[in-house]
Nanobody, 122 residues
Framework: QVQFVESGGGSVQPGGSLRLSCAAS????????IGWFRQAPGKAREGVSC????????YYADSVKGRFTILRDGDKNTLFLQMDNLKPEDTAVYYC???????????????WGQGTQVAVSS
């Protein structure tokens, strides 16, 4: 059975950094259209970043461009989100998920894990 386990979240000050991990089992992560979305309480899910199955396309939401980087390690079957210069508005639960990924959009979220909480405050 496909399973994603997110980790690496925490509480940080503005300007800080976190590296989120998504460990996959039951599926080869390297060839998936996969990425990260986030959800704050009472708000809709927001696609943050994704990488296409071919690895040729990546997407970043305008709100995170230049600050976040999506990476995957095929040997460890793990997806990462390096988050730098974090801002209070980044506060949310972050999930990794399959979906439809292109350079222009990240939508159609399918399977995802339990999420990991990111809190950015002074």
């Amino acid at each position: 059975q496909v399973q994603f386990v997110e980790s690496g979240g925490g509480s940080v000050q503005p300007g800080g950094s976190l590296r989120l991990s998504c460990a996959a089992s039951g599926i080869a992560l390297a060839y998936l259209n996969i990425g990260w979305f986030r959800q704050a309480p009472g708000k809709a899910r927001e696609g943050v970043s994704c990488i296409s199955g071919s690895g040729g396309s990546t997407y970043y939401a305008d709100s995170v461009k230049g600050r976040f980087t999506i990476l995957r390690d095929g040997d460890k079957n793990t997806l990462f989100l390096q988050m730098d210069n974090l801002k209070p508005e980044d506060t949310a639960v972050y999930y990794c998920a399959t979906g439809v990924c292109s350079r222009w959009s990240w939508t159609g979220f399918g399977s995802w894990g339990q999420g990991t909480q990111v809190a950015v405050s002074s």
